[in-house]
């Protein structure tokens, strides 16, 4: 099989798409998505193969009448690989090479393909690394034809199901030395994650104080775009899939008063590797400690609503599911099927509607994140001494007053007062705070 398989990138490759689904194909909508994911991993796709499948064949998948046809399609077509919109086990993926005749890739394997090409910082390419061979490693038996001697010639004999004597030869050795490679560099690599996961989490620590705001979100929905937007970032922004993998973080500042911290993290997709989502645990930190969500929605996709439950998955799975999550349908300026939109505004009605690219509806944005940040506005009595002049200039920074009184070394303040910002006015030690209205 190893013929078939010197790399698993597909840049620049002839690729068939093939999607098996458990109901009649809808057409090119039910393969759209791989066909995004394999345009993005740089495949040139020459031809789509979709099937109904009621039940999963244990040996191809599609069934070996389906496999036959899929061979005389890559023969017609010239193809060098072929990408299934599914996950296979390894023993299908072997069974259908051998059809085939060529490389054949799962979902997961391209996704991770394109995670790899991505990866420019020393921690996404480590994370990456970790998670391809996390994906490979129980692969290994049944990936690659020097191992075929395994099983020795014992047959179905208890001895022979590893070996009988004499039968034991280089494939059991071979087979053990790249298990032990494979799980030697997979300690090293959580090894030095871990260093930089703990220099990470003592940044992210060091914020506490901040209001923290995480851009999250299905992947080429805008996030990147509506970074830059906001903050000038210069983070790289182009319309493919997963085009940034690296978090970034800014300030920003919403409205008068209202400085917070921004971050910026990877794209989501349906079926997202269960390995990735563990190795970029701690780049989605950001999400788990952030105080607000902004959840951007890529509303002039015809599959918003189910681009929507994908990431509501992953952030269940990260445990995010509790966080505040202010939707932002996005794109609203490209929108075809107004009845989609419409719909979605009725799933959700306190969603703000922008257009990162051209800046509509951004300070609709601004308030409503600003509000998110005071939280429930608070009518305050405050009694500070005259000499403490950080309470007063934090009231007038952060919020609005309404009235002051001195008397003899004190001044009394009636201000309005955001309820998240409570705990920051009692840091700087008034004498009294009195909640006076709701």
């Not at 996404?124 to 490979?136: D, G, P, S």
């Not at 009605?349 to 609709?364: H, M, W």
């Not at 009231?395 to 705990?423: F, K, T, W």
């Amino acid at each position: 099989m190893e013929k078939f398989r010197q790399t698993l990138r597909v840049r620049k490759e002839r690729a068939i798409l093939v999607a098996a689904v458990p109901h009649a194909p809808n057409g090119p909508d039910d393969i759209a998505e791989l066909t995004a994911l394999a345009e993005s991993a740089g495949a040139v796709v020459v031809d789509k193969f979709q099937q109904k499948i009621r039940t999963i064949n244990p040996s191809t998948y599609i069934g070996r009448g389906k496999a036959e046809q899929l061979a005389g399609r890559v023969k017609r077509f010239k193809a060098d690989v072929v990408i299934f919109d599914n996950n296979l086990s390894p023993g299908q993926i072997r069974e259908l090479e051998e059809i085939i005749k060529i490389k054949v890739l799962d979902r997961s394997e391209l996704i991770l393909d394109i995670f790899a090409t991505r990866a420019k910082t020393r921690q996404a390419k480590l994370q990456v690394e970790l998670a391809q061979l996390e994906y490979t490693y129980p692969r290994l038996t049944r990936m690659w034809s020097h191992l075929d001697s395994v099983a020795g010639a014992g047959g179905a004999t208890a001895a022979g199901t590893v070996g009988g004597i004499g039968t034991r030869g280089p494939g059991e050795q071979q087979l053990e030395i790249d298990r032990r490679l494979v799980s030697k560099r997979i300690t090293d690599l959580k090894r030095e994650l871990a260093n930089i996961d703990r220099r990470r989490i003592r940044e992210i620590n060091g914020r506490r104080g901040l209001f923290k705001i995480c851009i999250v979100g299905y992947t080429n929905a805008g996030k990147s775009t509506l970074l830059n937007t906001l903050t000038d970032a210069g983070v790289l922004v182009e319309d493919r899939l997963f085009a940034t993998l690296d978090t970034r973080t800014r300030k920003w500042t919403p409205a008068r008063g209202a400085e917070v911290l921004i971050s910026d993290t990877v794209g989501f997709v349906k079926n997202l590797p269960h390995q990735l989502v563990a190795s970029f645990k701690v780049t989605l930190e950001e999400a788990v400690n952030a105080d607000l969500l902004l959840h951007i929605v890529d509303v002039a996709s015809p599959d918003a609503l189910q681009q929507i439950e994908s990431v509501n998955n992953v952030l269940a799975e990260i445990g995010c599911a509790q966080r505040p999550i202010l939707e932002v349908f996005n794109k609203v300026d490209i929108v075809r099927k107004i009845s989609q939109l419409e719909m979605l505004q009725t799933l959700y009605p306190d969603a703000v509607c922008i257009s990162a690219k051209t800046g509509y509806g951004l300070e609709t944005l601004n308030e409503a994140v600003a509000t998110k940040y005071r939280g429930t506005e608070l009518l305050l009595r405050v009694t500070s001494s005259q000499s403490n002049g950080k309470v007063q200039s934090f009231l007038r920074a952060r919020g609005r007053i309404l009235n002051e009184q001195y008397q003899d070394s004190s001044v009394l303040i009636d201000a309005q007062l955001g309820r998240n910002q409570l705990p920051d006015l009692k840091r700087l030690h008034p004498e009294t705070i009195q909640i006076i209205d709701y």
